[in-house]
């Protein structure tokens, strides 16, 4: 079975401009999170999605949005990017919103 | 606000000897403890879960220690190998909550 896949793998933006994330949950799950990983920290939360609902929204400003398709896969944007936006995103799936969460490998966005 | 905290930032162990990094916690209401292993550049990966219901899970060489009454938590390495080299997360959880994560442990395995 496939993991949790997210495109791109690496992206290069510069400050101002928008990016939009991708991540495609392990078959059969439903809930979808994102999450901010800074170099040397651990992972900040940033949304989580169930049933293609807003389940929960962590303390980043209103320039971070995501959105949950019929099919459960995810995007994230991000406008009018910061240099402190460069990070690895992580996007991780669960059966449950309870449940085990499975990270996948993350989008490394760095930002000039 | 740190909820969960983890040490030691980094940790040096010989081939064969044991890890060991702890974590303790705030929330009460924290009911799932995992620990992700983390190599650079890949995402965190489930290495180990246990619940407050339980003093100990072990699977293999990884044995997770929970005291509930002091809010503490710790992940052991048994027979570290040079492979586990790596970053390790504690995570804290309630319900259908957000994971909390620890700031992480650099773990290097010397041979």
């Known amino acids: 079975d496939a993991g949790v896949t997210q495109s791109p793998t690496h992206l290069i933006k510069t400050r101002g401009q928008h990016v939009t994330l991708r991540c495609s949950p392990i078959?059969?799950?439903?809930?979808v999170s994102w999450y901010q990983q800074v170099l040397g920290q651990g992972p900040q939360f940033i949304f989580q999605?169930?049933?293609?609902?807003?389940?929960g929204r962590g303390n980043f400003p209103d320039r971070f949005s995501a959105r949950q398709f019929p099919n459960y896969s995810s995007e994230l944007n991000v406008n009018a990017l910061l240099l402190g936006d460069s990070a690895l995103y992580l996007c991780?799936?669960?059966?449950?919103?309870?449940?085990?969460?499975?990270f996948g490998q993350g989008t490394r966005l760095t930002v000039v | 606000q740190q909820q969960v905290k983890q040490s030691p930032q980094s940790l040096i162990v010989q081939k064969g000897g044991i890890s060991i990094i702890n974590c303790a916690y705030e929330?009460?209401?924290?009911?799932?403890f995992p620990w992700y292993q983390q190599f650079p550049g890949k995402g965190p990966a489930l290495l180990i879960a246990?619940?407050?219901?339980?003093s100990e899970k072990k699977e293999g060489r990884f044995t997770i220690s929970f005291n509930k009454s002091a809010k503490q938590f710790s992940l052991h390495i048994m027979d570290s190998q040079p492979g586990d080299s790596a970053t390790y997360f504690c995570?804290?959880?309630?319900?259908?909550?957000?994971?909390?994560f620890g700031q992480g442990t650099r773990l290097t395995i010397n041979p």
């Open positions: 999605y169930y049933e293609k609902e807003e389940r």
């Open positions: 991780a799936s669960s059966e449950d919103i309870t449940l085990t969460a499975f």
């Open positions: 078959s059969g799950h439903k809930s």
């Open positions: 929330n009460t209401a924290f009911d799932y």
């Open positions: 246990i619940r407050p219901d339980v």
């Open positions: 995570a804290a959880k309630e319900g259908a909550q957000k994971l909390v």
